[in-house]
């Protein structure tokens, strides 16, 4: 009897230990790119595909055209993702410049009209890791912000749920530099299709430090600070990102955003989680990591596999490792399989 009651009560007392226990909420997944694991990134064929596989957010990195426009590019410089090195109409247009600080060699979207971009045609980036991606390369032009917003509404009213945006500004202090600043058109756009407050599924993410403040200053939208392991902002000389990483430099991000895009890394170091998940969020800060690839040569050395035919390694205990240090969403090119991996078959 003795025996027995003890066993009920220590029953009764691991119960009410789990039950007082918080539970962290999975995270949402943002589509990096779109579906960018599967096709071209940045192409309304990869949005598309992101959300019928059950993405929470996708993500279009914005530059613009010479006309103001903007269109979907992972950098300004598209000599890697189009086609355009094809096109001798366009070759004189090859250039040279520096962006933040870098000199790079190529074809610039700030130099072409969106009519011009228009005869362009996307190819995938990686062809040598992903080389099935490219049965699909010259099938679709880039897209324009608002063909993505029209993609996003349409995709709601044939599912019946809210589908996320997540635009970072790239090269924001460049590009208004030159008189193609992001936010009027950005945020004339997002009021246009009825993202205007914290309520709405956006958030709005850069490096820089400058145009999140200005961002803050006219706009209700969430904002999210992007930081790496090394460097620093663009547009901050002197400033480090791990600077900011700091309790100080996490309560000075809290004045103007909603949350900080850290690299994985930041996050899971090879001995355990860093810590920076329970610093930012005693900030209130949310942490949305970036970017969670299935390839062995995006993996931590304790996620790879030497005998995957795929070079694909343990992306699913990845996933699940990442998920257990409390950030809020995570970017994956494969959003399928990171919904899967936080919810495994039984």
Known sequence: MIFGRMLRTAAILLLALLTAAPVMAEPFIIAHRGASGERPEHTLAAYERAIDQGADYIEPDLVLTRDGVLVARHENEISGTTDVADHPEFAARKTSKTIDGQPITGWFTEDFTLAELRTLRARERLPQLRAANSRFNDLYPIPTFEEILKLVRAKEAETGRRIGLYPETKHPSYFAGIGLAHQAPLLALLSQYGYQTEADPVFIQSFEVG?????????????????????????APGTTYADMMTTQGLKQIADYADGIGPATAMV???????????????AGLQVHVWTLRMENSFLPAAFQRADDPQGRGDFAGYVQAVARTGVDAMFSDFPKQAREALNPAP
């Open 268 to 282: 899971l170091a090879p001995e355990g989680p860093t810590g920076l998940v329970g610093r930012a969020h005693d």
């Open 211 to 235: 145009n999140l403040k200005a961002l803050r200053a006219v706009s209700r939208l969430r904002l999210i600070q992007l930081v790496e392991g090394e460097g620093g902002p663009a547009d």
